[in-house]
């Protein structure tokens, strides 16, 4: 199993970015795909999750109404649109998926910040 998150960066706040996952490794379109985020010093978070067929979306209440989960199972690809950042936002954004255990992705660095 493979997880490799992109679209981290820096953005000001008010502004928006795309990060993307590619999962590989197993069958995609029959897992829950979930994205967590650890700012410095908490703990990781459950951020949005979104069943196998991209049916449901859950949310944080944090994030709800700013960020947008979604899927394609044609290509192995879970995304989450992130708009409206705030400062509290920064944090490394992780992909995760539970088969018989929990996978996850090296990560990816969202700073949002003046």
């Known amino acids: 199993v493979q997880l490799v998150e992109s679209g981290g960066g820096l953005v000001q706040p008010g502004g928006s970015l795309r990060l993307s996952c590619e999962a590989s490794?197993?069958?995609?379109?029959?897992?829950?795909m979930s994205w967590y985020r650890q700012a410095p010093g908490k703990e990781r978070e459950l951020v949005a999750l979104?069943?196998?067929?991209?049916?449901?979306?859950n949310y944080a209440d944090s994030v709800k109404g700013r960020f947008t989960i979604s899927r394609v199972n044609a290509k192995n690809t879970v995304s989450l649109q992130m708009n409206s950042l705030k400062p509290e936002d920064t944090a490394v954004y992780y992909c995760m998926v539970e088969l018989s255990i929990r996978y996850w992705g090296q990560g990816t660095l969202v700073t949002v910040s003046e």
């Open positions: 979104i069943t196998s067929s991209g049916g449901t979306t």
């Open positions: 490794g197993f069958t995609f379109s029959r897992y829950r």
